[in-house]
């Protein structure tokens, strides 16, 4: 053991202080480059960044590997297709479903990362969600009698939205909710001041009517996907 302790002193691992003993020389000693890389974690922990996702950023920066495809992890399919369509109309990769022995950049809405994690996928993109105001905007003025709708076959994107809309101002009872997964929903919306819907919504409503899209994924992360993808003839060229 002794002799264990020679080397790591002779490597600089440890250090002896007379009348103290000894020290993990990095526990009390670190270097510029340690606190440098501490104060960015910490930097980016107050953005609301974690650590894996600063090490993927680190690490696509050093040894770029330009991903050709991109796997969405979402559980609930209605929130699933409704990433999809955001996502394969802002890039020009292939975007699929995440399934076993797929190969590509996975990502994830920021509210489903922990779960992914605890499941084993630790390597993750992480999709934040646009804010209140770029996702909704003001709900405009609505006719007396009328109703702002919204439209859509996620639970999700029907809870939050009605919240987000009473917050910025509607009256509740202005409010309805539209599953589109039920029978004759497109009947609901004859009285419609203003309908609110997703992407994957949006083009199957009924003409004559106003309608606002509640985009999920905020610009940001549109803009470093584009950034870390690139399609196949270009990767490889």
Known sequence: VSAAWHD??????????????????????????????????????????????????LSAMVHP?????????EPDPA????????????LTVPVEILQTGSQGLIVALT???????RSGIADCFTLKLRSIDAALGEPGRVPEGFL?????RSREILDSSRAIL????AQPDA??????????????LSLSGLIVTDVVMASQLPPGHAAR??????????????QIVTPKETATA
Request: aromatic share 4%; glycine share 6%; no cysteine.
């Open 8 to 57: 790591l002193l002779d490597q600089g691992w440890l250090e002896l202080r007379r009348g103290s003993g000894l020290y993990v020389r990095g526990a009390t000693e670190a270097s510029p480059l340690h606190e440098l890389l501490r104060s960015t974690l910490d930097a980016a922990n107050r953005l609301g960044h974690h650590p894996d996702e600063v090490l993927r950023q």
């Open 65 to 73: 590997r330009p991903s050709e495809r991109v796997l969405v992890a």
């Open 79 to 90: 929130m699933r297709e409704i990433l999809l369509a955001e996502l394969r109309e802002a």
């Open 111 to 117: 509210t489903r990362v922990a779960q992914l994690r």
């Open 148 to 152: 702002i709708s919204i439209v859509s």
């Open 166 to 169: 009473i917050a910025i101002g």
């Open 175 to 188: 409010v309805q909710q539209v599953d589109a997964r039920e029978d004759g929903w497109r009947d609901r």
């Open 213 to 226: 899209v509640f985009r999920v994924i905020a610009d940001s992360s549109i803009t470093e996907l584009r």
